[in-house]
């Protein structure tokens, strides 16, 4: 594993990485491996202003590459892009696997069909988009204004696509008797995911002035997942609502999902000692690892709904 060491010139302190060090089994000496593997990581006040977003995190950073591959490259030496990278992407791999092998993971029952795996594979495919556009967006957010630009909105556009198809999924098990209320919360919710898709994609919408139109448009898509369920209060009474879309593991997702968002927009715990979380612990990490806690949340509710709607055919 690579280790971080802190380099004090006389005129500048600069953070360098050197990976590797010790691996001389083919003859090289340290100073040759050295050489071969020294990446050099960058303070805020070195990095161009485009690349600028938090600064409370002041060192550890990868300057513009211009080149996909030195993108790549920084893949095998640790960064402060790192944790965001690595957390979304080893549990987007995750998602990945588990769709296509979760004919092997489920309980089948004798009124399984095919629409219940498309069902449950539909957040599978959600959830591994979300976490591989977001740690794509993270590898090669060094590379340029404009690939950071379009990671960027790739990166929302994920987002949009994990809310729809967590939605869509757990609604078809929910409302699994009552294909009216299914399908028109569907609808509201790909209206409310194509608005959201649209403002993060378009650059006209991105702009300062949309800024507030654009979260506000975020904020209802997300309070519009409480519309179904209070349909199905309704509709079917408190009890019964908690039990069909195993509401108490969506009720946890929504408190992680917003508990991360809120610590990242506030930059906690970075904004309090600024440059201690520069490479492991800033509020953009815990907000990652929230969005895969939250992610497993609405798996194992979506798993016991289904279940539950096959128990009882
Ligand atoms: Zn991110």
Same mark, same amino acid.
């Given at each position: 594993m690579p280790k971080t060491i802190q380099k004090r010139g006389n005129t500048s302190t600069t953070t360098v990485v050197e990976g590797i060090i010790n691996n001389t089994d083919n003859g090289d000496s340290i100073e040759q491996v050295k050489r071969k593997v020294v990446y050099k990581l960058y303070r805020?006040?070195?990095?161009?202003?485009?690349?600028?977003?938090?600064?409370?995190?002041?060192? &550890?950073?990868?300057?513009?590459?211009?080149?996909?591959?030195g993108c790549l490259h920084s893949l095998f030496y640790v960064h402060n892009e790192s944790g965001n990278v690595y957390s979304h992407l080893l549990p987007g791999v995750f998602f990945f696997f588990t769709m296509v092998l979760n004919k092997y993971g489920i309980t089948i029952y004798s009124t399984t069909s095919i629409v219940d795996y498309l069902m449950i594979d539909l957040f599978f495919f959600g959830a591994f988009c979300c976490l591989i556009l977001s740690s794509l967006f993270h590898c090669f957010k060094s590379h340029s204004l404009k690939v950071a630009t379009l990671g960027n909105k790739l990166d929302y556009l994920g987002i949009v696509i994990l809310i729809v198809t967590s939605m869509i999924s757990i609604m078809y098990f929910g409302f699994f008797d009552n294909p009216l209320f299914f399908y028109f919360?569907?609808?509201?919710?790909f209206l409310f995911g194509g608005a959201c898709a649209t403002?993060?994609?378009?650059?006209?919408?991105?702009?300062?002035?949309?800024?507030?139109y654009r979260a506000g448009l975020f904020v209802a898509f997300g309070l519009s997942a409480i519309l179904p369920?209070?349909?199905?209060?309704?509709?079917? &009474?408190?009890?019964?609502?908690?039990?069909?879309?195993?509401?108490?593991?969506?009720?946890?997702?929504?408190?992680?999902?917003?508990?991360?968002?809120?610590?990242?927009?506030?930059r906690f715990p970075e904004k309090y000692?600024?440059?201690?979380?520069?490479?492991?612990?800033h509020s953009h990490q815990i907000f990652h690892?929230?969005?895969v806690v939250a992610a497993f949340c609405h798996l194992r509710g979506l798993l016991s709904s289904y279940e539950i709607v096959h128990s009882r055919l």
């Open positions: 805020w006040d070195e990095i161009p202003e485009w690349q600028k977003d938090n600064e409370h995190i002041i060192s &550890g950073y990868v300057r513009e590459t211009n080149s996909f591959k919360f569907s609808s509201l919710t403002v993060s994609l378009k650059d006209h919408f991105r702009s300062r002035e949309w800024r507030p369920i209070l349909a199905g209060t309704f509709y079917y &009474g408190i009890e019964e609502t908690f039990i069909r879309i195993q509401l108490k593991w969506i009720i946890l997702e929504g408190f992680f999902y917003i508990f991360g968002a809120f610590l990242y927009g506030v000692v600024p440059g201690s979380f520069d490479i492991w612990g690892i929230l969005v």
